[in-house]
């Protein structure tokens, strides 16, 4: 994670993108490209979404989108200073409190 949060940063810093990496911008970019993806989705049925990927074309573009979304996520964290996994990690701990297995509650 960390190698590709850098590979990115160098991207960016090598075309002296860094003045438009805001965390807002960040975020801006982040929901468009999310937006994207849901495109692909949007007037499938449940059964057609799930075989997405058996389509060459539409599986490289799904693809595509979801390193999109993530290249701007991972930006977004590097910018505000979060890590990503230890924030998955805890948010996955409150979850587990807050959403008890039947019958541990």
């Not at 997405?52 to 701007?72: G, K």
């Amino acid at each position: 994670m960390a190698r590709l949060q850098r590979r990115l940063a160098d991207f960016a810093a090598a075309r002296d993108w860094q003045p438009y990496h805001t965390p807002k911008n960040l975020a801006t970019a982040l929901s468009v490209e999310a937006s994207e993806l849901v495109e692909i989705f949007q007037w499938l049925t449940p059964e057609e979404s799930a075989r997405v990927m058996d389509d060459p074309a539409t599986a490289h573009r799904v693809t595509d989108e979801v390193a999109d979304v993530l290249a701007y996520l991972l930006q977004l964290c590097e910018v505000l200073g979060i890590d990503a996994l230890a924030a998955l990690d805890a948010k996955i701990d409150r979850n587990e409190e807050r959403f008890p297995l039947p019958g541990d509650g």
